[in-house]
């Protein structure tokens, strides 16, 4: 039988989130149960799933293939994790350790071979890279190319040269205001922990388990 979510509201602290279930015209069948994003920018929902690059329109309560994107299905030529949104409606699309596309309305408008995952601030013009131990990359967009120079991480596998906390990035996400870090910190033994940094990545405050072993 066709699943039919009955989707609810949960208490934050003082705020109250609630979902609606927004119903595609067929189902979205995934390459992985991990490597899988969504980006909504300009009234498209955009939707990664490894080798295919989906486009909506949202109409009430459903998700409608947008005609004006390769009428809602781009297909790519190898798999892609991460999906961030920059300026103009432009797409970047993730490969991890190989390369980054820029993507506008369903075509490819550059290639590069930038490395690690982008994540990029609200305003579309910089953002991140991470990967592992890799060292993250501010990465700047001009027009239709980006362009990558040193952060305040860097040398994460090497701890006589480690610049930050950090021996492994696993998540980096960028808000108006703060950028946030997560992964294992060495400084606490390698546990999973979060970091709090302004824009100019200055740190303000950590949090986080300090015991690998613990919840």
């Not at 705020?15 to 067929?26: E, F, H, N, Q």
């Not at 498209?44 to 486009?55: F, P, S």
């Not at 290639?111 to 994540?119: H, I, R």
């Not at 305040?152 to 596998?157: D, E």
Request: glycine share 10%; hydrophobic share 40%.
């Amino acid at each position: 039988a066709p699943y039919q979510p009955v989707p609810g509201a949960v208490s934050i602290g003082d705020r109250t989130i609630s979902a609606k279930w927004l119903k595609p015209d067929k189902s979205i069948f995934l390459d992985s149960i991990f490597d899988n994003r969504i980006a909504f920018y300009g009234g498209r929902l955009n939707v990664l799933t490894g080798k295919a690059l989906y486009a909506y329109t949202m109409e009430g309560d459903a998700l409608v293939p947008d005609a004006s994107f390769n009428n809602g299905r781009m297909t790519l030529d190898d798999d892609f994790e991460y999906l961030a949104v920059g300026r103009d409606g432009i797409l970047y699309l993730s490969q991890g350790i190989f390369k980054v596309l820029s993507v506008r309305d369903g075509a490819v408008i550059a290639d590069t071979s930038l490395s690690g995952d982008l994540v990029m601030h609200p305003g579309g013009e910089w953002g991140l890279t991470f990967w592992a131990n890799a060292d993250p990359m501010l990465v700047r967009a001009e027009g239709d190319s980006l362009t990558s120079e040193p952060w305040v991480f860097s040398n994460l596998s090497d701890a006589a040269n480690r610049k930050g906390r950090f021996s492994s990035i696993s998540c980096i996400s960028i808000s108006d205001t703060n950028i946030y870090v997560a992964g294992m910190d060495a400084t606490k033994g390698d546990a999973q922990r979060v970091a709090v940094l302004d824009l100019q990545g200055n740190e303000l405050m950590t949090f986080g388990t300090e015991d690998w072993t613990a919840d």
